[in-house]
């Protein structure tokens, strides 16, 4: 079971993102109480994207996919840059009040919660894949 | 849908999704804010670290005045990013 959408890079597409991602669980069976993870996990790497790749252009590609009781999140930012968002440095909570500035929590989120975060650049594109067990 | 309004006595009520489109109208309200508040986040369906940044800098804020912001009824998935955000002692949840 798997859905692929392409998103444009704007932080107003996060309704629609939302939208797509609760169709896929209501399509595959996972508890709908776990879609939130998974929004949450999307909206830190595609805010990213958006911010951090000012050379793309064109509209992000999430897909979802159900592997057991593993859904794998995959977006795709095409024609952009190399920027390895699985090992960017992510501002950690004690570097974020030291700092006193708000953001960079996003990376350190997903690092923490999710069960593999990888990232690959092959021709021109970024790849980010996120694996997470749902309904433990 | 996201709202932000103020509720009875020394209290703010946030309800809906607070994520990074709507975080800089979360800190419009928030940057007005003077005194001590407790935040009633009972309505907060989901928060990202565009949310929860934005509660950061007012918490920041406010305690450089003698002042804090403190988040109740967190529900357990806000409440979970807020811990894997390691900053549940910083909103006094407890």
């Known amino acids: ?136 | 849908m996201f709202d932000i309004r103020t509720g009875e006595g020394n209290a703010i009520v946030l309800s809906g999704r607070l994520d990074a489109a709507q975080a800089a109208k979360a800190l419009q309200t928030l940057d007005a804010l003077e005194h001590s508040v407790v935040a009633d986040i009972a309505g907060l369906d989901y928060i990202s670290s565009a949310g929860i940044g934005v509660l950061v800098m007012t918490q920041l804020r406010l305690r450089a005045c003698g002042h804090a912001i403190k988040l109740a009824n967190p529900q357990p998935r806000v409440r979970a990013v807020i811990h894997y955000a390691g900053l549940e002692q910083l909103f006094g949840i407890e």
């Open chain 1, 1 to 136: 079971m798997e859905r692929e959408q392409h998103f444009p890079r704007d932080v107003a597409a996060l309704e629609a993102i939302y939208a797509f991602v609760c169709g896929f669980f209501s399509a595959s069976g996972f508890d709908p109480e776990d879609s939130s993870t998974v929004q949450l996990f999307i909206e830190e790497i595609f805010t990213n994207m958006v911010k951090y790749s000012k050379d793309g252009k064109q509209d992000i590609a999430i897909r979802l996919r159900r592997k057991g009781d593993v859904v794998e999140i995959r977006l795709v930012d095409f024609d952009v840059q190399p920027f390895d968002y699985a090992r960017a440095p992510a501002v950690e909570p004690e570097q974020l009040l030291a700092q006193k500035k708000a953001g960079g929590l996003g990376l350190h989120l997903v690092r923490t919660m999710a069960d593999r975060f990888t990232y690959e650049h092959t021709n021109g594109n970024s790849m980010v894949t996120i694996e997470k067990r749902l309904g433990g």
